[in-house]
């Protein structure tokens, strides 16, 4: 069973797919959240979840106090999970789900100009790809991702503890990684 860990959907349960799907661990999460609310990165965030899954990781954000969540994800009954979950705890009208390859989506978006938001600027970006996504697809998301993230904006990558670390691309800066287990998990922040 996965549930929202905190926040104002804290403790209800999440439908997960039968399959296709690695929801992040109620551990993890938790985990990673606490970093993230250390650094400031969810109060108020315009959050970007690739790879969505049930779409935990972007629900808990906006549990937790992000304005707003975007949830990607090809598969059809991952779509139907994350809107089925933002409509289950009452998120609905500050989540979009969206059904479409992570690439695609990624190079529809305008790039994030400057600070004051122009163009399309996530505060946080969530990256919890399936395990055996291949590296140069990740590679290829992360980089993307670099032009859409506001400044000041922090991107997390999980996977397996045994895959190699991204790469990241100007403008992003490393600011830490975590094990947590057999789950790795990468933070960089896009510099101002």
Known sequence: MTRVVAGSAGGRTLVVPSSGTRPTSERVREALFSRLE??????DARVLDLFAGSGALGLEAVSRGARSAVLVDSARVAVDACRRNARTLGLADRVDVVA??????LARLAPSADADGQ?????????????????????AAVDAVARCVAPGGVVVVERSARASSPTWPAPLEPLDDRRYGETQVWFAERSA
Do not use: E, K, N
């Open 119 to 139: 163009g399309d600027a996530f505060d946080l970006v969530l990256l919890d790809p399936p395990y055996d996504l291949r590296d140069d697809v990740l590679q």
């Open 100 to 105: 479409d390859r992570v690439d695609r989506y």
């Open 38 to 43: 250390h650094l400031d990165a969810v109060d």
